[in-house]
């Protein structure tokens, strides 16, 4: 019942200008927003549009409107207007009978069977020659934020992962492990196998220097010494090797990457992400090679003397583009054309939507041309680039060659350990058993991971600091789930069953700090379709941190199990049980846990 109002309120206006001035005004340019603090009213409408169509001033216009909205819209009771804008106040019922119709239904504000478009989302998209770090952290976060958030918004989501198990990159590491592994295992080391196989990408970058500086001690330029380093030619011989399915090469990759396959799903759960397909770069390369072949064959790509193709983009404003290498190997560009037409034989989505930093939005920008203007796929005008900033740390940027990451599964340990040692310092846990305590520090220690991830607009770049990501106090995660645990102790003492709140007893009127908190509650659907419009997971966490500050207030300012009013106890038990369906929803949306106490 959340929108059914302002529907309503659309509706009327769109029969206004119909039957009065004989005018289609389309629903997109009925613009309804809160009303802002400081004017008294519930919602606004913004009538300058109206104005410069029906030939009048906007504030007669919005006499006019105001007028007509009382007239024929239940629970409209009075309005005003200031400067062309036009301030609706509605009945204290309607308030009462959203609140009640509402907190009795654990699905407040989701929509549960799909009503728009389908969709498929791409986020994580590891590559097999080390573990996920912190920036992978944020993209999986994000990428499962954005998923449950356009679900909730009635959209058909389908969550895929592409990984990149096949490369130059990956070769360096297998390689390394030939060189000086000594036939090192997981189960031997006594590490992940994702970790492991890193452990050896990093080794080969040493290698690599080391060679590079020996040759130019002896007289090789620096830049002929990057690229002529015996290490790096075996390398790409190996990768040559690989195509051609040379069955050794075919057998070491084959036996890392299994490593590497179940140190990631460990991560993966961990973390609380899934996906519903897999797709792997060894599968999806050989079309997008196939399809550069076509390409060739209706003169769109081309080839140079050394064998490779190009694209030549400069009529769309870019510059030439590689597809394939001289030698015949692919590139990133080969096998994304591959996956993307391969996904869209799997799903048929309306969209595509890549989850991948900023650095990247140049290979978006062209794959969609290649899709879409050369090759001619009309679906191809589907794809879109979720482009978010960087993750820094104070000491600059991470370098997977160098070491120098935040390892994932380092870091939700981390955060786990500081939530058990700040939650047993506190005295919080007497009462739980040793799995309670167990499942409350990783709710605590990964939501305040999640929750200071997803806070942050997915477009900014951020800094991450892990001294302040494991503070557990002020705009976190643990101060919303402390606040969900204080309203569960509350209903629970009050004996009160949620589907108890239809036949109880409620005042005819609400005060204004209860107003306040159910106007905040009625925001929700509405947030949550803002967040799926703008792919921005921020826009829920700090919609739910703003309610929690409300709530808050409100259980401080107002009495509720005190109460002697009965019907004013009961319509504050049912605001606290709304607020509690609402924080839950939305935490849940974001990939985080609420405990119910705390």
């Known amino acids: 019942m959340s929108n059914t109002i302002l529907n309503s309120i659309q509706q009327t206006i769109v029969n206004y200008f119909s039957s009065g001035y004989r005018i289609n005004v389309p629903t997109e340019k009925i613009v309804i927003q809160k009303t802002k603090t400081e004017f008294e009213g519930d919602f606004t409408i913004v009538c300058f549009t109206f104005a410069s169509i029906v030939k009048k001033s906007p504030d007669a216009v919005a006499q006019e409107l105001g007028t007509f909205l009382i007239q024929n819209v239940d629970h409209v009771i009075d309005f005003n207007v200031i400067k062309g804008f036009l301030n609706l106040t509605i009945s204290s019922a309607y308030w009462l009978d959203f609140t009640v119709d509402n907190c009795s239904t654990p699905s407040f504000g989701l929509t549960l069977i799909p009503d728009k478009e389908r969709v498929v989302i791409e986020f994580s998209s590891p590559n097999t020659n080390k573990p996920l770090h912190l920036g992978h952290v944020r993209n999986n976060l994000l990428g499962h934020a954005v998923a449950e958030i356009l679900k909730a918004d009635g959209f058909e989501v389908i969550k895929v992962n592409l990984i990149n198990d096949r490369g130059i990159h990956i070769c360096k590491s297998m390689l390394a492990w030939l060189r000086w592994g000594n036939g090192e295992t997981p189960e031997s080391s006594g590490l992940k196998g994702d970790h492991l196989i ?27 010494a990057e690229k002529q380093a015996p290490l790096l030619l075996e390398a ?14 075919r057998r070491v990759w084959n036996l890392l990457n299994s490593w590497v396959y179940d140190g990631f799903d460990k991560t993966y759960n961990t973390m609380g992400i899934s996906f ?16 550069v072949s076509e390409g060739m064959e209706k003169n769109v790509f081309y080839r140079k003397e050394d064998g490779s193709v190009w694209v030549d983009l400069t009529e769309e404003g870019l510059d030439e583009k590689l597809l394939l290498r001289g030698d015949g190997t692919s590139v990133y560009m080969t096998q994304d054309i591959g996956t993307a037409c391969l996904r869209y034989e799997d799903f048929a989505p309306d969209k595509m939507i890549y989850v991948v930093g900023n650095e990247q939005n140049y290979h978006f920008e062209v794959l969609s041309l290649i899709l879409h203007k050369k090759l001619g796929f009309d679906w191809a005008g589907g794809i879109h680039h979720l482009s978010y900033g960087m993750v820094e740390l104070p000491s600059g940027k991470m370098k997977s060659r160098e070491g120098t990451v935040v390892d994932a599964d380092d870091l939700m340990k981390e955060m786990v350990e500081e939530a058990k040692v700040q939650t047993t310092e506190k005295g919080k846990i007497e009462q739980f058993s040793e799995a309670e305590a167990m499942e409350l520090f990783n709710m605590i220690g990964l939501g305040a991971l999640k929750y200071f991830i997803l806070k942050v607009d997915p477009k900014k770049n951020m800094m991450f600091n892990p001294e302040q990501s494991i503070d557990l106090t002020g705009n976190t995660a643990p101060f919303i789930q402390y606040t969900h645990a204080r309203i569960c102790s509350l209903l629970e003492k009050s004996g009160v069953e949620a589907s108890a709140f ?54 401080q300012e107002k009495p509720i199990l005190k109460e002697t009013d009965e019907s004013k106890r009961n319509v504050r038990l049912a605001i606290s049980q709304l607020a509690r369906i609402t924080i839950k929803n939305g935490m849940n949306l974001l990939g985080i846990e609420v405990p119910s106490k705390m």
């Open 198 to 224: 890193g452990k050896y990408y990093v080794l080969f970058d040493q290698k690599y220097k080391e060679q590079v500086l020996e040759m130019v001690a002896n007289g090789v330029e620096k830049e002929i």
């Open 236 to 249: 790409q011989d190996m990768l040559l090797k690989w195509e051609q399915n040379d069955l050794e090469t």
């Open 276 to 291: 519903d397909k897999v797709y792997y770069e060894s599968n999806t390369y050989t079309r997008g090679k196939l399809l």
């Open 502 to 555: 239809q036949s109880m007893k409620f005042p005819k009127d609400l005060e204004k700090a209860e107003l306040e908190i159910i106007k905040q509650l009625h925001e929700f659907a509405a947030t949550i379709h803002e967040a799926a419009s703008n792919y921005s997971p921020a826009l829920v966490a700090n919609y739910i941190f703003e309610l929690v500050k409300l709530y808050n207030s409100f259980y």
